[in-house]
């Protein structure tokens, strides 16, 4: 039952070239002239993303890059679960847990392994070792699909403290980002006496709806609060309808690999690199977990047993430039031992890829504090 199974990747040739043979007979949406991105992800950018997709991106490649880095998976709650497991040469190394968010997949840390779990390697110090448990959420990628209702982010918490207690670590620390973010402080909360420490890099608290904590906040975090209506009203829509209706955008993904892509880059857009755009959307079109994936927003939004006293264990932030604007005062109400916050000019919300030398920096230095 408790069964952990070696995983390599290894896509049939014939789903490749399926892929390609769909993307050789897209019908594109009309835009209106000088459009640019008003109306969403332009025809320009998904163009371009489709003809490197077509003529130069290299699957196997990123393939082979993954399959370097020892994976499994196993049967958590009912769910397969899949992980890289990327044991530190150094024996004392602190394990952590690194979950990615939508719409990335593991790949999103793929620039950090080396660094992290070696660093003499890379001129670091070796006591700032990490053994690295990354796991795809349920749902998501090769963990996918979810095969009943009900995983929410404290089901997904949940599961993740029994992988790292199947996996024998008895004191480890949690990082996460975008939906990471949402679930690495839950495991925290439900396995206390083993986490050392949260590292997110959003603190996702949202004002109350109480008049006097909203006057108590200081010029900047108003200006922050702002900002988040702002995005409610403009950038919220993939949240909206993942969270409310997600089998009806699913139909649509599941058959264009395009409509995957555009579904996607509205995210992960030009600041990225296009093969880390591609990769990441490869994956979910080559496992169908469009559809999965997005029940992740409708199992939070609908989810009526919330906790509602604040977290205790150890928590930082590192906040990049771009990204969820954290609110200190709302952190504090709904965490009680935030040790450490720290906001980055640089970077964006994918700061793994964006900013990796600042991301494990601050990584090093707050776990170097909890061991």
């Not at 993307?23 to 835009?31: H, Q, S």
């Not at 399959?67 to 397969?80: K, V």
């Not at 690295?132 to 963990?143: R, T």
């Not at 264009?256 to 990225?272: D, E, K, R």
Request: proline share 7%; glycine share 8%; aromatic share 12%.
């Amino acid at each position: 039952m408790n069964e952990i199974r070696e995983f390599h990747i290894d896509i049939p040739q014939a789903d490749l070239d399926e892929l390609n043979n769909r993307l050789a007979r897209v019908r594109w949406a009309d835009e209106l002239p000088g459009a640019g991105t008003d109306y969403g992800v332009s025809l320009e950018y998904l163009r371009s993303l489709v003809q490197r997709w077509r003529d130069g991106y290299d699957w196997r490649a990123w393939e082979a890059r993954l399959n370097a880095h020892p994976q499994f998976t196993t049967t958590i709650d009912g769910q397969n679960i899949h992980f890289m497991h990327v044991r530190s040469p150094e024996p004392d190394a602190t394990p952590l847990l690194l979950t990615h968010g939508w719409p990335t997949t593991v790949v999103e840390y793929l620039d950090m392994i080396d660094r992290l779990s070696d660093p003499r390697a890379h001129g670091g110090d070796p006591a700032d070792a990490f053994h690295l448990v990354i796991p795809s959420i349920p749902g998501f990628a090769f963990s996918g699909p979810t095969t009943e209702r009900g995983w929410n982010r404290y089901r997904v918490a949940r599961a993740w403290a029994e992988l790292m207690h199947r996996l024998g670590y008895d004191r480890y620390g949690v990082h996460g980002n975008d939906a990471g973010s949402l679930i690495s402080p839950e495991v925290g909360r439900h396995d206390p006496e083993h986490v050392i420490g949260v590292h997110v890099t959003q603190v996702f608290s949202f004002p109350s709806g109480d008049p006097a904590e909203l006057a108590a906040l200081s010029e900047e975090d108003r200006g922050k609060v702002e900002f988040l209506q702002w995005w409610l009203v403009n950038g919220g829509a993939y949240d909206k309808l993942q969270s409310t209706a997600p089998q009806t955008l699913a139909h649509a993904l599941a058959d264009s690999p395009v409509g995957q892509l555009g579904w996607n880059a509205q995210l992960l857009g030009p600041i990225l690199d296009p093969d880390y755009v591609l990769t990441n959307t490869t994956i979910y079109w080559l496992t169908n977990t469009a559809a999965s994936a997005a029940r992740l927003y409708y199992e939070d939004f609908h989810t009526t047993d919330r906790p509602t006293e604040p977290t205790t264990v150890p928590l930082g932030l590192a906040n990049f430039a771009g990204d969820f604007p954290s609110i200190r005062p709302f952190a504090e109400r709904d965490h009680k031992n935030i040790v450490s916050w720290n906001v980055y000019e640089t970077g964006s919300h994918f700061a793994a890829h964006t900013a990796p030398d600042l991301l494990i920096a601050d990584l090093r230095s707050f776990f170097r504090a909890l061991r």
